[in-house]
């Protein structure tokens, strides 16, 4: 929110209305911590915040390279298939001959090739869009298609179990107390609002969505960029990868970040990037990611059926976007 | 980048790379075809196609509802799951017989279309947003009316005729579709819906300007992806027996994926019923020719590799269009 270049009137009078209509997201994120902490029972608890945080992590560690790729005007349906290639090779790198014998590399490596891997996926798809002017959404489907593909082939579609408590750190380990994947979603989270608000790059971003042919005119790298950003959506889902199979144990290309891409979207959405580009905000995208969870959590603490719970989301996340929609001055 | 593109090109050489688009996918079609009754004995078999022409059908009725929403530059999320809620409310009331099941299912599948049209033309959200909305609604309710199981049709009726049984030998279903695709191909060539669909599509304002009738058009265009998909999850739970809540994942991106392969713009404005349907066989038909393929023995490929194959096919289709636009920009 906060990092959302926007141009206002300076000294204009303070409009209520507008401001809820502006951080409708945050005001309902809060509105609803107030309504848990007076109803839902046991709410405020450090287990409580965990349960949330750590389900919530891998959603908006996707949703922020989605925010930027969706600054870029674009959009990355293939982040759910990354993390279920990323998911397939580390468990295969680790339980190698080599990673047995090696426990140290092979833990080393499950970590980096997995993801390294997610972003040259990503940077395909950056290419792929560029180079031959593909729309977004079909460049990204094709590896949305394949990818899980891929994945399925590594793995013959089996699945792996494992027990790693090296590897399994990053999704079961905690740093004074704090789930280890929090504090990789809240880094995450700061280091792309920092690029989007006061780097170079960050502001290409911007550009490149705002006015493409005016951000190429003014010597923006325009491909460069946007290959940048998917490459980039590409290492977060591959990240999220990790922490999902790192989660369950156990790594099975068939679920692993199945549905992944909707997420992240409703989340980058709710929390008030617009989908046409040039503006951007990834602690909005926290925010709707939070926002998402807690009421979904919300519902099933409150014993409300899971369908339902379906079906409120649907609402919440058409809700926020119209709310945003009329907050525009158009 | 590829939208400013598109619109930047005059409406001719959009016209053309469509065009192209759309030959090419025919040819492959062609050549698949032959491919594979060149090289399978059974290939051309009764039962091969029939089978075949079975199982697409519902993926052909999503398609031809996202065809139109599409080219209305538009896009719809919901189309699985509204199926899947569609074969629930159909499953529910099989047991009164044919037409209440059918009818149930298209109601259903009006109302998630309905409610997506009202959110894109009322409230004014994106499309995706609207019907990624829509696809979660459709989604719970379908789980919540069948309590997360699936709901076994009755098989007093002759509701099951609908997905198993045959007419004049071709599958019901079959039928369904070409009725589906011969109403699409005239509402879109001789009805003034199809022609405002794609004024709407092409320049929304320009459309606006002449009066027409922008926010209707793109309201019906979203009814109509509603009942198809509605008319699908009938058809689903015709065929397997069952009302499936939890079907539907991930067809709506086959859908897109076969109206692309058809040559529609995703820009909306120019489209094609007739290769969408096109696009649709050759997508079905790939993962047909796999089986056949493992068949033969000489190779031994999962299943898993059909999702592979189909996403470099989408690609190379994806890449020859784009070398034809550069063709045709060249020559103009």
């Known amino acids: 929110m906060a990092d959302a270049p926007t141009i206002g009137r300076k000294g204009a009078s303070f409009d209520v209305a507008a401001f809820f209509r502006r951080y409708a997201a945050l005001t309902a994120l809060i509105v609803l911590l107030a309504f848990n902490f007076a109803v839902t029972p046991n709410f405020a608890s450090w287990q409580t915040l965990n349960v949330n945080l750590t389900q919530v992590a891998t959603i908006v560690i996707v949703s922020v390279g989605m925010t930027l790729v969706i600054a870029t005007g674009g959009i990355d349906l293939s982040v759910g298939s990354l993390m279920a290639i990323s998911g397939a090779l580390a468990p295969m790198i680790f339980l190698s001959s080599f990673g047995l014998s090696y426990p140290a590399l092979g833990n080393a490596l499950a970590f980096v090739a997995p993801v390294a891997i997610a972003g040259m996926f990503g940077l395909f798809n950056g290419w792929f869009i560029t180079r031959f002017r593909v729309q977004p959404i079909v460049g990204t489907l094709v590896m949305f298609i394949a990818g899980r593909g891929i994945g399925q082939v590594l793995t013959n579609g089996n699945l792996q179990a494992f027990k790693n408590p090296t590897f399994q750190f990053i999704g079961l380990g905690r ?3 704090v789930p280890c994947q929090v504090i990789i979603m809240l880094a995450l989270v700061a280091a792309a609002a920092w690029t989007l608000r006061s780097t170079l790059f960050g502001r290409q971003i911007l550009s490149v969505g705002g006015n493409e042919r005016a951000a190429w005119l003014s010597g923006v790298p325009v491909a460069s960029v946007k290959r940048w950003v998917y490459a980039i959506s590409g290492l977060c889902a591959g990240i999220a990868g990790l922490v999902v ?11 692993v970040g199945l ?9 980058v959405a709710v929390g008030g990037t ?3 580009g040039g503006q951007a905000t990834v602690v909005g995208s926290l925010i709707g990611a939070l926002l998402i969870q807690l009421v979904r959590y919300t519902l099933l603490a409150n014993g409300v059926p899971d369908a339902a ?3 409120v989301k649907g609402a919440i996340i058409a809700g926020a976007v119209w709310s945003q929609q009329r907050g525009k001055p158009t | 980048m590829s939208a400013a593109t598109a619109n930047a090109a005059p ?3 959009r016209l053309s790379l469509a065009w192209a688009a759309r030959q090419r996918v025919v040819i492959a079609l062609v050549l698949l075809i032959l491919f594979g009754a060149l090289r399978y004995e059974h290939f051309l078999g009764a039962y091969n196609v029939l089978s075949v022409l079975r199982y697409n059908s519902m993926f052909a009725l999503t398609s031809l509802g996202m065809c139109f929403v599409i080219m209305g ?3 719809d999320l919901s189309v699985g799951t509204t199926a899947a809620f569609a074969s629930v409310v159909s499953a529910l009331l099989s047991p009164y017989g044919l037409f209440p099941g059918l009818l149930g299912g298209l109601g259903a599948g009006l109302a998630v279309g309905a409610v997506n049209g009202f959110m894109v033309t009322r409230m004014n959200i994106q499309p995706f947003i609207a019907t990624l909305s829509g696809m979660l609604v459709a989604s719970g309710s379908g789980l919540l009316l069948a309590h997360n199981q699936s709901v076994s049709v009755s098989y007093d009726t002759d509701f099951t005729w609908l997905g198993q049984g045959d007419l004049l030998g071709f599958p019901t279903p079959a039928w369904i579709a070409a009725a589906a695709y011969v109403y699409g191909s005239v509402a879109l060539n001789f009805l003034s819906f199809g022609r405002y ?4 599509g092409g320049n929304e304002e320009a459309a606006r300007l002449m009066g027409l009738p922008v926010d209707r058009v793109k309201f019906l265009t979203y009814v109509q992806s509603g009942v198809f998909a509605g008319l699908a999850g009938v058809i689903l739970a015709a065929q397997f027996g069952a009302g499936q809540p939890a079907e539907g994942v991930g067809w709506e991106l086959f859908s897109i994926a076969a109206v692309v392969v058809g040559g529609t713009l995703l820009t909306g404005g120019v489209g094609s019923v007739a290769t969408t349907l096109a696009g649709v066989l050759l997508l079905g038909l790939i993962f047909n020719v796999l089986n056949f393929e493992n068949g033969l023995g000489w190779i031994s490929l999962s299943a898993y590799w059909q999702s592979v194959v189909r996403g470099v096919f989408l690609m190379v289709v994806v890449m020859a269009s784009s070398g034809a636009a550069r063709r045709v920009a060249r020559s103009a």
């Open chain 1, 175 to 177: 740093v004074f107390g």
């Open chain 1, 245 to 255: 199979v790192s989660i369950n144990s156990s790594s099975d290309a068939n679920l």
């Open chain 1, 259 to 267: 549905g992944m891409e909707l997420d992240a979207i409703a989340a």
């Open chain 1, 274 to 276: 617009p989908f046409t």
């Open chain 1, 309 to 311: 719970a379906l079906v």
């Open chain 2, 11 to 13: 409406p001719g050489r």
């Open chain 2, 73 to 75: 530059a538009g896009i």
């Open chain 2, 197 to 200: 669909v794609l004024a709407v």
